[in-house]
């Protein structure tokens, strides 16, 4: 089911604060209905607190929480039409899958389990297992009932609280691409908690990347990797080479950038500087995967309008699928280039080389900010 342009969750207005420290800073968020959502960040920086307010978990310091058209500000988590799955499963030892998950359904009144349990446990691909205890499943399967659990009561929405950071990479891999398409099968909003920038791109229609309490940026993960407008956006999704330059002038529908004695371009639709004056200081950015790069000595090569720098490989790690590169330019260090495991050619460090690409694929950002921000420990 796609997502509907109606909303599912909308938040006004909403902040907390714990004594005199913003967990988050007051927010407008719609969320719309049916669709994957995920708040992306650091760890502290505020997403599951937001979480925690839609659950009613935590009261908001101001604003408002609305699902579909109804006020839930007031409401207890209880009165929600919410569930929540969290990285630990907390499933019922004594009983089993099957009682696991009708468990709720029965709490609430409902005679005949049978049908609802049986079709969800169909779903979440565990009807063989009905009969199993939690102690004797995996860790995904655990999950798995965790989520059958709280998707058969139906819920308007649904939270999960980094529900696969208890398992193994491989196995958290195979859940995302689950998750997804348990999601669209039931259509129900989900909005997912996560620091795992691949995991929130895999599974996610909409991304908030949020950052000390704010959020940075909002759009679908293409949107975010091809154009971030912050420095913390384009290094904390995905790796991003941000270079100092400033605007030396302008040529039709571009940017012309200096940095040392190099010249780039940079199209000014893909730039979200402060200011575009000429002397004005901006981060040039490029994804490494877009770069290419040839030895100094086959520079004639290379086709006119493209940007180039020179500079030495500094390392080289080979990685399978593509051998990332580090490269220092006089002007700029340690730019990341990926080149895909196609040419058995690989350049050793030392090698003088030069690095070109389309100027389409570069992005503009305001030159004031910390170029490292999102890197990092905090990153992780
Ligand atoms: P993580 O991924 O580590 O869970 P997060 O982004 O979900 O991080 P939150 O749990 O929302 O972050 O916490 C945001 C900030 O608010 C943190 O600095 C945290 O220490 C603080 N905080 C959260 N709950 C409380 C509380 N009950 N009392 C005081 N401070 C709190």
Redesign the pocket.
């Known amino acids: 089911m796609a997502a509907s342009t109606r909303a599912g969750v909308t938040l006004t207005g909403i902040s907390k604060t714990?004594?005199d420290?913003t967990?988050?800073q007051p927010l407008d968020l719609t969320i719309p209905q049916g669709s994957f959502f995920a708040l992306l960040?650091?760890?502290?920086?505020?997403?599951?607190?937001?979480?925690?307010m839609i659950a009613g978990l935590e009261q908001p310091t101001t604003g408002r929480v609305v699902l579909g058209e109804r006020d839930v500000t007031a409401l207890p988590p209880h009165k929600r039409p919410v569930n929540t799955v969290f990285q630990s499963y907390a499933l019922f030892p004594h009983l089993d899958v099957f009682d696991n998950v009708g468990f709720g359904l029965r709490r609430r009144g409902v005679k005949s389990v049978k049908k609802q349990v049986e079709e969800v446990l169909e779903l979440v691909e565990l009807g063989h297992l009905a009969r199993r205890r939690p102690s004797q499943l995996s860790g995904g399967q655990q999950q798995r009932v965790a989520l059958a659990r709280a998707v058969v009561n139906r819920p308007e929405v649904l939270l999960l609280d980094?529900p696969l950071g208890a398992l193994d990479l491989k196995l958290r891999r195979q859940m995302q691409l689950e998750l997804k398409r348990i999601q669209t099968e039931v259509g129900i909003t989900f909005v997912h908690?996560t620091?795992d920038q691949e995991e929130a791109m895999t599974m996610a229609d909409t991304i908030a990347v949020?950052n000390a309490?704010q959020v940075e940026q909002l759009g679908a993960p293409v949107e975010l990797y091809e154009n971030p407008k912050t420095a913390f956006v384009a290094n904390f999704l995905g790796q991003s080479n941000l270079i100092a330059a400033e605007i030396a002038g302008t040529g039709g529908s571009d940017l012309l950038l200096r940095v040392g004695d190099a010249k780039l371009t940079l199209p000014r639709a893909r730039t979200h500087a402060g200011s575009t004056a000429v002397g004005a200081r901006v981060l040039a950015g490029i994804r490494p995967e877009k770069i290419a790069m040839v030895a100094r000595s086959e520079e004639a090569g290379i086709p006119a309008g493209r940007n180039r720098l020179t500079g030495t490989v500094v390392d080289t790690s080979f990685t399978g699928v593509s051998t990332q590169y580090v490269v220092n330019s006089p002007w700029c260090p340690e730019l990341a280039v990926f080149a895909q495991n196609v040419e058995r050619d690989r350049f050793a460090p030392g090698t003088e080389v030069v690095l070109h690409w389309d100027p389409e694929h570069t992005f503009g950002l305001d030159g004031h900010q910390d170029i490292d921000a999102g890197t990092g420990e905090g990153a992780l």
């Open positions: 714990f004594g420290f967990a988050v960040g650091a760890s502290g920086c505020g997403k599951t607190t937001t979480l925690r980094e908690v620091h949020m309490g």
